[in-house]
């Protein structure tokens, strides 16, 4: 079974660099968001797992979209990556 993965950051480096690296392995499936409607879309049309969500793209107003990924996906695990990772940015 396929375990979907979708990666939201607006970084298309950092994006490439997931997405190979998520992909070398067959067990996921992997999607790209570089905006909110691109992850809402991925949102509706896939049974999503986990969600990786880059700082920059937590700059868009996410808060309503999150919340309805939790309601419609209500066992999602999320990852943030925090900018040059601090700690103490959230």
Do not use: K
Not at 27 to 53: C, G, K, N, P
Not at 62 to 77: A, E, S
């Amino acid at each position: 079974m396929d375990i979907t993965i979708v990666v939201a950051t607006p970084n298309l480096a950092l994006a490439d660099l997931l997405l190979l690296s998520l992909e070398e392995n067959d067990t996921y499936r992997v999607h790209l968001a570089h905006d909110l409607a691109e992850l809402q879309e991925a949102v509706d049309s896939f049974a999503v797992e986990l969600m990786i969500f880059d700082a920059d793209f937590c700059d868009q107003l996410i808060d309503p979209l999150i919340q309805r990924v939790l309601r419609q996906h209500p066992h999602i695990r999320c990852i943030f990556l925090s900018p040059e990772n601090d700690p103490e940015w959230m």
